[in-house]
Every structure is written in structure tokens, then in C-alpha cells.
T-cell receptor
């Protein structure tokens, strides 16, 4: 079974621009989450989607947004990029159908975003 | 093997020895825990998980121990190999929270 795929793998943008990152979950997984990873802050939760609905959102400014499509693929968008947005953006998918006691997540390779 | 009770950001281990990586989790309501391994340039890789109704779970060369009384989680790696060099993260999940909260990570370096 193919793993989580993320595109693009690397991206360089300029301050003030916007960016869209894409994630395709493992086949059959309906939950997709996004995390930001930086050396200083570690892995920080951005948001989670299930059946095209955002179920949880982390403590990030409104410039960070996301969506999920009917085929479970997800995109996240960052508008008005700042230098501090430079990070590895990780997508994870989970088979979790909803309310259950385990919530295993499988990560993609990430998109390395550099803002100059 | 090397064993410490506190979380350390780095751990150096002799090849063939056993490794123990510690993690303190923050929320007593968390009922599910995962250990991930992240190699340079890659996303975190799922190693092993454990639910709060268990205190020990074994996988291939790895064992996870959970002590809910002190909110402590550990990952034991038997016969550490060079390929085990990576950053290891613990993550916790609360019921219906739909997210994982990650620890700071421990960088494991295996000495030949």
C-alpha cells in the first residue's frame, strides 16, 4: 500500500507570497492532519480534517488554512508568508473512522518550505 | 545498556547495547501513545503504540513501557544498530481530540 505523499517536496518563496501544499493520504484513510516542524518549536499541530470537515485546529494565525476534498486528499495554504514560516510541513493520515480510543497517524515525507 | 529516568535531548549508545529513551507526557487524560522515529530528511515513522489500559507492549526489538502514575513513557531498543540512529519522538492523544501532541525528541547516535 502506498504511503502518504506530499507535493512539492521543496519550495522556496518570498515574504508576502502565498503557498499551497498538497497531501494524498494512504488509501482508505479518511483523516488527514497537518503539522509544522521547526528546530525551535518541534512538531506543532496545525489542523485535522475528516470527511471534508475540520475537527480540530492548533494555535496558528488565520494565515494558515486548509481543506479536504471528497477523495480525502488535503491541501493547506499559507498566505502572506513570513520568514518564521520556514519549516518542514508534515501531513499525516489516519484510518480513524471517528470516535475511537486509538488514533495512529502515518506521516508523509514533508514539504520543506523556505521563506526568504 | 543506558538508562536514565529523565528526558535527555541526546543519547549516545554503543552498537549492540540496549537503549532506553524516556518521555514525560503532559496530560493525565491522554489514553493513547505512539513512538516515532525520524531520520534525517524524512517524515516521522511509526514504531510502536500503546493504549492506557496496558503498561507494556513489545514489538520487534522494541518495547514500550507506560507508567500512568507518573505520566512517563519509555522506549527500549534491544541490540541497538547503526540504522537506529535517528530522532525519536513520543506522542500522546486524548479521546476525541483528533490530534497528537509531541514531545521534544531525543537524538540517538549509535557508536560503532
Amino acid at each position: 500500500k502506498a504511503g502518504v505523499t506530499q507535493t512539492p517536496r521543496y519550495l522556496i518563496k518570498t515574504r508576502g507570497q502565498q503557498v499551497t501544499l498538497s497531501c494524498s493520504p494512504i488509501s482508505g484513510h479518511r483523516s488527514v492532519s497537518w503539522y509544522q516542524q521547526t528546530p525551535g518549536q518541534g512538531l506543532q499541530f496545525l489542523f485535522e480534517y475528516f470527511s471534508e470537515t475540520q475537527r480540530n485546529k492548533g494555535n496558528f494565525p488565520g494565515r494558515f488554512s486548509g481543506r479536504q476534498f471528497s477523495n480525502s486528499r488535503s491541501e493547506m495554504n499559507v498566505s502572506t508568508l513570513e520568514l518564521g514560516d520556514s519549516a518542514l510541513y508534515l501531513c499525516a493520515s489516519s484510518p480513524a473512522p471517528g470516535l475511537k480510543s486509538s488514533y495512529e497517524q502515518y506521516f508523509g515525507p514533508g514539504t520543506r518550505l523556505t521563506v526568504t | 545498556g543506558e538508562s536514565v529516568g529523565l528526558h535527555l535531548p541526546t543519547l549516545s549508545v554503543q552498537e549492540g547495547d540496549n537503549s532506553i529513551i524516556n518521555c514525560a507526557y503532559s496530560n493525565s487524560a491522554s489514553d493513547y501513545f505512539i513512538w516515532y522515529k525520524q531520520e534525517s530528511g524524512k517524515g516521522p515513522q511509526f514504531i510502536i503504540d500503546i493504549r492506557s489500559n496496558m503498561d507494556k507492549r513489545q514489538g520487534q526489538r522494541v518495547t514500550v513501557l507506560l507508567n500512568k502514575t507518573v505520566k512517563h513513557l519509555s522506549l527500549q531498543i534491544a541490540a541497538t544498530q547503526p540504522g537506529d540512529s535517528a530522532v525519536y519522538f513520543c506522542a500522546e492523544n486524548r479521546p476525541n481530540d483528533y490530534k497528537l501532541s509531541f514531545g521534544a525528541g531525543t537524538t540517538v547516535t549509535v557508536r560503532a
